[in-house]
Structures are given as C-alpha cells and as structure tokens.
C-alpha cells in the first residue's frame, strides 16, 4: 500500500509499505478520501512542525477491512465509515473534565497522530463511526471539519433565535454558516471577498457584509439587528481587523469566539473597559470532542448539513503535492485527495 510522508517542510514523498496488521483491539480500515485542511497547509508550509516525517491527513472517510476479535463495535467489515485521527489519553484533566479536544497528550511523540494519507489504518474502536453505505464518501470526509464547527457553535451557545456573525467566508467560515442555520440561527457572513459572498448568500446565509469599510459594516450589522447588535460573533480569518469589527457589534454579555489559529501571535484589539461594561465572553475553540464529532456524523449522514458545494477538487492521491499547492493557493474551498485512485 502506499504512504504519503511530510519527510520536511514542502516535500511530500509516496513509500510503498505493508499493509498494517491490527492487534484484537484494533479495526483495519480502507482510506477513501482525505481532506486538506489548514493544519495539512501549515505543516506543509513549515509554519507548524509537528515531527518529521509525519504521515498527514485528519478528515478521512473510509471502509472496514477488518476488526478484531475482542473489540466491541457496532461496526462490521464492508461498513462506510468516518474516522475521528485526534488522539485523546482519556486519563488527563481535560479528558476526564469533557474537554477532551485539549488533551494533553494529543500530540505526544511516539502515538498515532494524524495519518490520514494513507490508503490503509490501523485505528482504535472510538475513532470508527460507521455512515449510511449510501452516503458519499467523499462528503463524509468533513465529518471532523463540520465537527469542530459545532464546537465552535456549542462555544457561543448558539440556539434558536440567535443572530451571529460568522467572520471569514473560506471552507470554515462557510461551514460554519451551514451547521448555525441547521441549528436555527440567524446568520450574517463577513468577508472582504465579493465572490465568497455571493457564495455564502448562495449556501443560505441571511445577510452578507462586505468588511472592507468597516463604518459601513458597523452601520449595515446595525440596522440588520435593529441596532441591538449580535448575540456572538466566531472568527474565522486570521485579519485582526476582524476582531475589533466584530466586538463594536457585539450585543451586551454577547460571546466572542476566536476560532482561527494564527502564526504571529497578535494580541486582542479590544480595550478592556469595554469588556467589562458590556460582559462580553472571549473564548477560542479548539478541535472537537468526542461528542462533537459523533454529532456531525449524524448531521451529515441525516442530511441536515450538506457538504457537496464545498467541494473544488478532488485529487488522485499520487498527485498530493499538487493538491496542497492547490489548496495553499488561497482560490479554493476544501481539496480532498482520493486515497484509492
Ligand atoms: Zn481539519
Ligand atoms: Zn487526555
């Protein structure tokens, strides 16, 4: 079978190794597709170093090749499947307090991470969620990107009712705008891109605002709002300028969340003052837990969320370099790479 390694930064190479032998324990499955997420871009880029080499690839379909004797599953051999590739030690603080997305342990050295650049895996029982044989599988490989949205929405608290601002409309930002209208929620979508706009507005947001005049955005947000502002607002893009946008349009005890990650460290725009008068809530989200992630299983497989338009290209997987160029020029909504073609 072949491997797809990150051997350094910008260097992708193809191995040719064993199909891995799964202990009683564990399930063997087939990789189907794997997406390219922005984590695959850093790593790619050099921005983000994990270890070398490392084998990329978090947001994998899959079948069941096979499964061990004493793992107890609902899942059988010939299942379509999802597969959640963050590790969690289930012992640390953050594991035992529900927080298990923070996990201590995520990224240690010498497990599993990643690994979705494969063509086969050898995964633990909880990291299999079986889907609908009928599904695409190519869609169910946002299954962890469409998860760690519903974090983020679980963070604001969205509900029925809300008005948010979803900051940024690239792959997240529109998932994003997917998963809060199937929760019920009033969404307006920012960007400086018109084209990105005219999609978000096509995937069902209720209002777009152009970010580029930001007195136009503040006086546009309020008269949507009838001057009351958002109830929370997630940041998506990693331009500053969104955050102090977005807090002049909080609504009072409104919740800030920063979604996006970023690789120079900015510190918050925001005079203090500002959020005590109004008890604002700042909060970031990280990854998704395992009851997250089990709820965009069902999201997706019950069609509550569709995925399809999120789709620019899909790869063969011996084409890989190619398809992180692509997705690292910035034009595109989610690649995916076909682990089998
Ligand atoms: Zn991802
Ligand atoms: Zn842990």
Known sequence: MKKIYLTEPKRLEIREEPIPEPNDFEVLVKIAFCGICTLEQRLFDGERKIYYPIVPGHEASAVVVS?????????????????????????????????SNLCENRFKKGQRVLGGFSQYMVVNPEQVQKIPSDFPLEHAAFTEPLSCCIRSLRKVKASLGDTILISGAGTMGLLHVKAALAMGVRVIVSDIDAVRLEDAKRMGADEVVDARNPEQFYETIMTITHGHGVDSCIITTVAVSAVESAVKVLAPAGILNIYTSYGNKPSLPVDMNTIHRNEFVI?????????????????????????????????????????VEAALSGSTYRVLLDMEA
């Open 67 to 99: 499964v061990g004797k004493a793992v107890k599953t609902s899942v059988s051999v010939g299942d379509h499947v999802v597969l959640d590739l963050v590790n969690r030690c289930h012992v640390c603080p953050a594991c035992l307090s529900g927080n």
């Open 283 to 323: 909060t970031g989200s990280e990854g998704r837990t395992e009851s997250d992630f089990y709820t965009a299983v069902r999201a997706l497989s019950n069609r509550r969320v569709v995925v399809d338009d999120l789709v620019t290209r899909i790869y063969p997987m011996g084409q890989a370099q190619e398809a």
